[in-house]
């Protein structure tokens, strides 16, 4: 029951945290660029949507290996 609580509490909080992030990187970004000092494939916005892609399918992926049932007689069992 507690394992359930907190899977939901985190997906619920998920969202909210990686805005937070978002704006905070954001700024970040606005500042470096107005002091001249941001990197090139930085101020390119594909480059951070590829690496948040890939970040949230390997989230994807441990989630679904910790929380699914681990036990023989699946789908690619002999």
Partial sequence: ??????????????????FFLWAWMVKIKQERKLAGTLPAWQDMPMTWLGIAGLLCAIAGFVVL??????????????
Avoid: D, E, K, S
């Fill in 65 to 78: 290996f910790f929380t699914q049932n681990q036990g023989y007689g699946g789908l690619f069992a002999r």
């Fill in 1 to 18: 029951m507690l394992r359930i609580a907190l899977l939901v509490l985190l997906l619920v909080t998920a969202p909210t945290a990686a």
